[in-house]
């Protein structure tokens, strides 16, 4: 009964086969054989082998998609690479930028201290002989008016850490304009650029609490684009960035 089944079963596989030549038969073999199995009985990962053994990939297929395989690698390594060129080109950017700054703060004069006017002619002759490109920060004060003397012992500090920027003061009563600059205006701040006041704050320590530091007054002006960046923060960005190389 067991001959009788075996023929029977290759004589079924003879009529459903569909290729020719040695590898035809063995393909058309593997894939009735695959089909004619009872399913319940046949491991899945059995079926896999046998449904990927019946259906082989032709050479044209295979050396296709191990083209396409090679072609999607090149892609990727092209894209890492870019990405690394982009983000080098990018950190030298940044480090011509810190450069650059760091030689528009190291252009020009530097001053470092506060500068005591004696006369109006002093304060005017400081307006228009100064480089244009500097920005003169001009405090008029009197003694005994409530926050002068902070605000100039502020000055004092902020003068050395911008040395760029020239900062004076000068007695209100020493700008022939005393009748201009009263008590009751005092502390004034007179910013000015290119011979031009670009900003005036008349009782200036009104927009402080009642004990300013500073920080304050730096922040203040800072608010209003007075103070250009401090050079050694940019020494310090641009030092970090070499680092990080």
């Known amino acids: 009964m067991e001959e009788a089944k075996s023929q029977s079963f290759e004589e079924d596989f003879e009529r459903q086969a569909t290729h020719t030549g040695p590898k035809g038969v063995i393909n058309d ?3 009735f054989k695959l089909e004619s199995e009872d399913s319940d009985s046949v491991p899945p990962s059995k079926k896999e082998i046998l449904r990927q053994m019946s259906s082989p990939q032709s050479r044209e297929e295979k050396d296709s998609k191990e083209r396409f395989s090679r072609k999607m690698s090149v892609q990727e390594y092209e894209l890492v690479h870019r990405d690394k060129e982009d983000e080098n080109c990018l950190r030298k950017y940044r480090r011509q930028c810190m ?37 003169i920060i001009v405090h008029i004060y009197e003694d005994g008016i409530k926050g002068c003397d902070a605000l100039n012992s502020s ?34 701040l007179l910013v000015y650029k290119g011979g031009e006041l670009i900003s005036n704050f008349i009782s200036v320590a009104e927009q402080f609490a009642e004990e ?29 960035e070499e680092d990080m190389e």
């Open 212 to 240: 300013f530091f500073t920080g304050d007054v730096e922040s203040f002006l800072n608010e209003y684009g007075l103070l250009p960046e401090r050079e050694m923060q940019v020494l310090e960005q641009s030092n970090m």
């Open 155 to 188: 000055l004092t500090c902020l003068a050395a850490e911008y040395p760029m920027v020239k900062f004076c003061k000068i007695k209100a009563s020493n700008t022939g304009a005393a009748d201009r600059f009263s008590s009751d205006v005092l502390p004034t």
């Open 99 to 135: 450069q650059d700054m760091h030689q528009k703060l190291s252009f020009g004069p530097k001053y470092g201290f506060v500068y005591e006017l004696e006369t109006g002619e002093q304060f005017l002759e400081t307006i228009e002989k100064e480089q244009k490109i500097i920005t």
């Open 29 to 31: 073999w593997r894939k």
